[in-house]
């Protein structure tokens, strides 16, 4: 529930936030208060999590941490359950919330009007039938003096937050769904309370690390669960999907694995101590860390076959931990050197350039997450260790600029992640001490209050799904070309074979060959016109365990094709188009949206 601070002379909505060491945006955004943020003597204002722990100092007493604290002292006392004569010792640990779990009704006051002041809405529509149902009102009649509880509503976006959990018992993955605010089990005693999920790209699959060091996939949409490998220390282990959600990167035993879910195939790369191991957006080339041949921790790239292993860092220092890759490949993030202190570095690819971030007070950084368009990174900063530590949720641009604080968490640190759009944020808290969250948190950066989801039960990790799981796509479906796939929804059709977007197209077409699918895909992608620049790239694969390949363009393909790149696949039949039948499907698209459009290709007959 929302806990309410009575303004007094003199407060100011700075000065309010400051003492629990707030962004005095987030308590604007709480309240609905615009700029210039007035306020009066008497009003009630709902205030996020912040910093409510103070030590004792020598002539502290409650009265003057009360006064202080601008809140009275029977919520100190209650807070911490104090007797008489309620002395406070030097170096005693107090809790200071910001006043009490409700709002005290006022002359004129709706539950329409309450909801929509202290952002009870869902779907953007003001959720007022929560508060009824909360305070088990009979009817929506108020009257001055009345004590309401106010909860958090769900907020109504489309997708899902997966997470950690031991709410049934034991430690396992588990959904929260934004839309309706239900959760949804998706394990039964297969997790274990380091497990992380890692969605695929197309939100359909959920990887994790779990019992007995046992690495799980989940199928979302089927309940499917399928064991794919074991580890000895299944701690830590960092898994990451390839762009057309098709294959799992991850290393063990000083090898880099590819794990190709729909074939079980399993390919591997010599690569001692490595870690972080994530593809590039392209599909063919991959990003580590290794230790060089001095033992100095470096970052690496190479291909998917092993090939071209090229050096990308210089690094002479500490190790570097917690490397991601953003998603538009074009930038890497990196802790170093270790958990005491943890400061976090971007590098810029193209130039090579290395960007310090400011960071929080105590150089104590963690969990760094770049948002899905690359822009701006999210992470948990470690502070105020002298009363028990609080972390900040910050937020930072990719070269370190507009490095701020958002939110704060009763955690040490915390996991942190981003919407798909890039302007929401999801985070832990309730810790009180404890290593383990309770309690589970979005804020949308454009309204920076924050809204908490789950309270109560144990949480130690949590990612929202890549896709809001719906209205992002739609079927194209085709029958003379027997074949569905999904697209996206922002594409319009230029004509039955052609579609086309701000950021990509398709096209579908046949091609009648008696020869191996090696000597068709050859002739396509050295075709005479060069459509694919001089030295295309070739990838033999299996779709619907039919044979197939990739073609993808060289640097100097004709700028004029788009970055055109094709998947040409062998009809399980051949099907007949008027009085000739055709033994190969060829799908053109962008490169960028090839993968994607390819990992939900079907054939209808």
Not at 32 to 57: A, D, E, F, T, W
Not at 103 to 117: H, K
Not at 137 to 162: C, E, H, Q, V, W
Not at 193 to 214: L, M, N
């Amino acid at each position: 529930m929302q806990i309410f601070y009575t303004v007094r002379p003199g407060d100011t909505i700075f000065q309010i936030a400051s003492r629990w060491k707030l962004p005095y945006e987030s308590l604007a955004a709480a309240n609905n208060i615009q700029p210039p943020y007035m306020i009066y003597v008497g009003q009630q204002l709902s205030v996020p999590p912040g910093v409510n722990r103070v030590r004792g100092k020598s002539g502290d007493t409650i009265f003057s941490i009360a006064q202080t604290f601008g809140v009275p002292q029977s919520v100190i006392i209650q807070a911490n359950q104090l007797q008489p004569p309620f002395t406070i010792q030097v170096g005693q640990l107090l809790n200071v919330p910001p006043g009490n779990p409700f709002y005290v009704v006022q002359s004129g006051d709706t539950l329409y009007q309450i909801a929509n002041r202290y952002n009870v809405t869902t779907r953007g529509q003001s959720n007022y039938e929560l508060i009824r149902q909360v305070n088990q009102l009979p009817n929506y009649d108020l009257s001055p003096g009345m004590r309401l509880r106010i909860p958090y509503a769900p907020p109504g976006n489309p997708g899902l937050i997966a997470y950690t959990s031991n709410r049934g018992g034991s430690y396992d993955i588990w959904v929260y769904s934004l839309v309706s605010g239900a959760n949804v089990q998706l394990t039964t005693g297969l997790g274990e309370s380091y497990s992380t999920p890692f969605w695929s790209p197309d939100s359909r699959k959920i990887a994790f690390v779990g019992r007995d060091g046992i690495l799980f996939i989940l199928n979302i949409r089927d309940g499917g669960i399928s064991r794919i490998d074991q580890f000895t220390e299944g701690e830590g282990i960092f898994l990451d999907w390839s762009p057309d959600s098709q294959r799992l990167a991850y290393v063990k035993n000083n090898q880099i694995i590819l794990y190709q879910v729909s074939t079980n195939q399993v390919q591997r790369i010599a690569a001692v101590n490595a870690t972080d191991v994530q593809w590039f957006p392209n599909g063919r080339q991959l990003l580590y860390q290794a230790p060089d041949e001095r033992g100095i921790s470096q970052l690496y790239l190479i291909r998917t076959d092993g090939t071209d292993k090229q050096k990308i860092t210089e690094n002479t220092g500490g190790r570097l931990n917690n490397v991601r890759l953003s998603p538009d490949g074009s930038s890497v993030l990196y802790t170093s050197p270790g958990v005491s202190i943890s400061i976090i570095y971007t590098i810029d690819l193209s130039s090579g350039q290395i960007t310090e971030v400011k960071g929080g007070p105590l150089a104590k950084n963690y969990y760094p997450v770049w948002s899905l368009d690359s822009s701006t990174i999210a992470y948990s900063a470690t502070a105020f260790e002298d009363v028990g530590y609080f972390s900040f949720i910050r937020t930072t641009g990719r070269k370190g600029e507009n490095d701020r604080t958002r939110a704060i968490s009763s955690c040490y640190a915390t996991p942190v992640t981003w919407s798909p759009d890039g302007k929401k944020l999801g985070f832990l808290s309730g810790c009180n001490g404890e290593g383990v969250g309770r309690e589970m948190w979005v804020m949308d950066l454009r309204h920076p209050v924050p809204i908490k989801l789950l309270e109560g039960i144990q949480i130690s990790s949590l990612q929202w799904s890549p896709m809001p799981l719906s209205s992002l796509k739609r079927t194209y479906t085709n029958s003379t070309y027997n074949v569905q796939f999904e697209y996206p929804a922002s594409w319009r059709r230029v004509n039955d074979e052609r579609y086309e977007g701000p950021d990509g197209f398709f096209q579908v077409s046949t091609i009648l060959s008696e020869e191996t699918i090696q000597n068709v895909c050859q002739n396509e992608a050295f075709h005479q016109l060069l459509p694919y620049g001089t030295k295309p790239l070739i990838i033999q694969t299996n779709i619907q365990t039919q044979e197939a390949c990739y073609i993808f363009p060289s640097e100097d393909q004709p700028p004029e094709m788009k970055g055109q790149a094709a998947l040409i696949v062998r009809y399980p039949a051949p099907i007949q188009i008027g009085d000739t039948f055709y033994n190969y499907f060829i799908l053109w698209a962008d490169q960028n949206h090839l993968y994607g459009i390819s990992s939900s290709l079907t054939f209808l007959r």
